[in-house]
């Protein structure tokens, strides 16, 4: 077997550190479902959603746009769900969440399936937060269901309106038909660059289009009629939501002006705070999710843990390590277990390991150590101690671990414990944060 020194590891970063640019797309949980509680009212009996963060924790209910779904919250529940249960739905017809019956759903029709959703959770009280439509719904809910709502977050807000004309209904109607009436996939292409400000890179509008391609033809019209209802304008919503209400708005967001939709409801809600964010769109959880993260956490109430920042690390690499550390974890699972499989997938083809005895092995010879009962372990515990970011695409990960190998392991160190120093080289790799050099060596 090739040996090779620590100091040559880091001779291999300037391979990987050309051509990046900061943009960082965290992974989404598994979608979950629950059953629908009052089947009466729905055209199934299923919903579905995302969630993330312990279920101890208190919640925040996020809810989609008009064209959206429960992926657009990618960064919520990924940096929020340290101190809150991120639950991000997705709406009745939307992904797979089963359609209302109505045709023409009310205020109260999107309220009571917000509750519904709510009791399927078995939940009590809850943070809302909302996006465009969502928005709506939340305003909606707090009116019915006050007493469930503890604050409420809207961003990108919009306001119902009253006294719509027959030829403003009627145009509504037909755009709205237009978008959707090529499917749902092809609904992306016709909306999706107008959701976000002017010059908003090719990466944010692709993400903003996987987003919508889980919008149900059938009821996005219904959902129009919704939004053409006149029972939820701010001067009537004003009589029952009085809890803290944060409104978050972009300069730069054309679907919802600021002057007809957030100052509106700023307005008339009393107990409410207006942050405009320039140059930001309709999407802000999406354009500027940090700055939005944190004006959520700071008006909520809850902080981030003491520790959560222990590497002084900007917005940027304190996600990375945080999606690293989640890395770090699957890896410990999959060699307690064996995983061949999942490894295969999760490794990179050109991984390089050089283990403590000084031999360098690829990913190839390393799945079949473990298929031979070498690399077999009752104990794997790994914890990062230093974590740095010579670049926006490459993070340096050094720690300890813990091993211990099986007593029938096939090697002679069987049984015995042992405590190892890694460094670890990490790289992002289309949409994704791969190991590719590990080195590790037995104190």
């Known amino acids: 077997m090739k040996k090779i020194s620590f100091l040559s590891l880091l001779g291999l970063l300037t391979v990987f550190a050309k051509g990046q640019s900061n943009f960082f797309v965290p992974p989404l949980p598994e979608m979950s479902y629950v059953s629908v509680v009052d089947k009466s009212k729905f055209l199934g009996d299923r919903w579905s959603y995302m969630e993330s963060g312990k279920t101890t924790s208190p919640v925040i209910m996020c809810m989609h746009g008009y064209g959206g779904s429960s992926a657009d919250w990618r960064y919520q529940l990924f940096d929020l769900s340290d101190t809150y249960h991120v639950i991000a739905w997705n709406a009745p017809g939307y992904m797979l969440s089963d359609e209302l019956k109505t045709n023409y759903p009310s205020a109260k029709d999107y309220a009571d399936a917000l509750n519904d959703?709510?009791?399927?959770?078995?939940?009590?009280?809850?943070?809302?937060?909302?996006?465009?439509?969502?928005?709506?719904?939340?305003?909606?809910?707090?009116?019915?269901?006050?007493?469930?709502?503890?604050?409420?977050?809207?961003?990108?807000?919009?306001?119902?309106?009253?006294?719509?004309?027959?030829?403003?209904?009627?145009?509504?109607?037909?755009?709205?038909?237009?978008?959707?009436?090529?499917?749902?996939?092809?609904?992306?292409?016709?909306?999706?660059?107008?959701?976000?400000?002017?010059?908003?890179?090719?990466?944010?509008?692709?993400?903003?289009?996987?987003?919508?391609?889980?919008?149900?033809?059938?009821?996005?019209m219904k959902g129009v009629n919704f939004l053409l209802s006149e029972d939820h304008y701010p001067e009537l919503i004003s009589k029952k939501v009085t809890m803290p209400t944060l409104l978050i708005a972009?300069?730069?967001?054309?679907?919802?002006?600021?002057?007809?939709?957030?100052?509106?409801?700023?307005?008339?809600?009393?107990?409410?705070?207006?942050?405009?964010?320039?140059?930001?769109?309709?999407?802000?959880?999406?354009?500027?999710?940090?700055?939005?993260?944190?004006?959520?956490?700071?008006?909520?109430?809850?902080?981030?843990?003491?520790?959560?920042?222990?590497?002084?690390?900007?917005?940027?690499?304190?996600?990375?390590?945080?999606?690293?550390?989640?890395?770090?974890?699957?890896?410990?699972?999959?060699?307690?277990?064996?995983?061949?499989?999942?490894?295969?997938?999760?490794?990179?083809?050109?991984?390089?390991?050089?283990?403590?005895?000084?031999?360098?092995?690829?990913?190839?010879?390393?799945?079949?150590?473990?298929?031979?009962?070498?690399?077999?372990?009752?104990?794997?515990?790994?914890?990062?101690?230093?974590?740095?970011?010579?670049?926006?695409?490459t993070a340096i990960v050094v720690g300890k671990e813990n091993v211990t190998p099986t007593k029938d392991a096939n090697r002679t160190d069987a049984g015995k414990h042992h405590e190892r120093r890694f460094t670890e080289v990490w790289v992002y790799r289309q949409s994704n944060w791969l190991r590719i050099i590990r080195h590790a060596s037995t104190f």
Do not use: W
């Not at 709502?149 to 006294?163: D, E, F, H, T």
């Not at 990913?363 to 740095?388: C, L, N, P, Q």
């Open 117 to 220: 959703f709510i009791l399927a959770l078995k939940l009590d009280k809850v943070y809302l937060m909302g996006n465009s439509f969502g928005s709506r719904i939340a305003q909606c809910f707090a009116y019915y269901y006050p007493e469930k709502v503890i604050k409420i977050a809207l961003v990108g807000p919009s306001a119902g309106k009253r006294n719509i004309s027959f030829d403003d209904r009627t145009k509504t109607i037909n755009m709205r038909y237009d978008q959707i009436k090529d499917g749902a996939y092809a609904f992306t292409n016709k909306r999706v660059e107008n959701l976000l400000a002017p010059n908003s890179s090719p990466e944010l509008i692709e993400l903003a289009r996987k987003g919508m391609r889980g919008v149900n033809p059938s009821m996005f």
């Open 250 to 393: 972009g300069t730069e967001d054309k679907i919802s002006p600021i002057s007809i939709n957030a100052d509106s409801i700023h307005h008339y809600l009393k107990n409410s705070k207006l942050e405009i964010l320039k140059n930001i769109g309709h999407l802000p959880h999406l354009e500027a999710p940090q700055k939005v993260n944190n004006l959520v956490r700071d008006f909520f109430g809850v902080t981030k843990p003491n520790n959560a920042n222990k590497f002084n690390l900007n917005d940027y690499q304190q996600a990375v390590y945080k999606t690293i550390d989640s890395l770090t974890k699957q890896i410990e699972l999959m060699v307690l277990k064996q995983d061949t499989i999942a490894m295969q997938k999760f490794y990179p083809d050109d991984m390089v390991i050089t283990n403590p005895f000084g031999q360098m092995i690829d990913k190839k010879t390393m799945i079949k150590r473990v298929k031979d009962g070498i690399i077999k372990y009752s104990e794997f515990e790994k914890v990062i101690e230093y974590f740095t970011m010579p670049d926006d695409k």
